[in-house]
């Protein structure tokens, strides 16, 4: 067995993670990418609600060191606002080549103990359900499977949209107009926004997972302004669901 040192991430690492990470993301990230995200969300301010569950944000970031000073693994605990009460999201990656040596289990004893000091009461992972090796590590721990989720990629490189344009120009025959939110920025149209999400009979996230309940919170299921205006959102980009509590 190998040593290593776990330490906190910091900004030189953003190379290593964006590495590792496109390892096991459907589409490959970059460092760029990573750091630009980062910036973009506000500093976590985790808190508890009136039965002393976790709420909040925060995403801290641990990474695995070997001998050389190398960084060949990486985790992060992150939750965003519309999560569900007392659930922490982990991702956490070994490169290949250093997989079975103690370097996962280190990282995944660092994430837990953090876990535990925030209070949170349930772990929530995504991996692809034919890497075998990483539904036993989880299984190890603890992690029990959930559920399948699916994903879709589309390579605009050869998407053609001539198919959807007579439904686009139907619609704006009709009166109606498609812009983005960036053409509409403002605090008045994500409070519209807001209110489309509050009465429109949408489906939303709880309808079909337990671990991002949409956009929306509380005990009554409503929607909070914020939540659907410029937070943050993350998206788990693989196909496995592994919970433990």
Not at 126 to 138: H, Q, Y
Not at 143 to 159: A, G, K, N, P
Not at 179 to 197: I, M, N, S
Request: proline residues 5%.
């Amino acid at each position: 067995m190998s040593n290593y040192t776990i330490r906190r991430f910091g900004r030189e690492d953003f190379q290593a993670a964006a590495a590792l990470l496109s390892l096991i993301w459907s589409e490959p990230v970059t460092a760029k990418q990573l750091q630009e995200e980062e910036e973009s969300i506000p500093p976590g301010q985790l808190h508890y609600d009136e039965e002393g569950r976790l709420m909040g944000w925060d995403r801290p970031k641990w990474v695995a060191v070997n001998g050389e000073g190398e960084v060949i693994g990486y985790a992060i605990a992150w939750r965003a606002p519309w999560n569900e009460p007392g659930s922490l999201n982990v991702t956490l990656v070994v490169h290949p080549d250093e997989r079975g040596r103690g370097a996962g289990r280190a990282l995944s004893r660092e994430v837990r103990e953090w876990a535990c000091l925030v209070k949170a009461s349930r772990l929530v992972c995504f991996m692809r359900k034919n890497d075998g090796a990483s539904l036993a590590f989880a299984e190890r721990r603890g992690y029990l499977l959930e559920r399948h989720t699916f994903e879709s990629v589309l390579d605009l490189s050869s998407f053609t949209d001539q198919a959807l344009l007579p439904s686009i120009r139907s619609a704006e025959s009709s009166g109606i107009m498609f812009v983005t939110l960036k053409d509409e920025p403002g605090e008045a149209q994500e409070r519209k926004l807001h209110e489309l999400y509050r009465i429109a009979p949408i489906r939303t996230f709880r309808d079909t997972t337990r671990i991002s309940p949409g956009l929306r919170n509380g005990r009554n299921g409503t929607l909070t302004w914020r939540a659907c205006g410029r937070s943050m959102y993350i998206s788990p980009r693989t196909g496995t669901a592994m919970s433990a509590s």
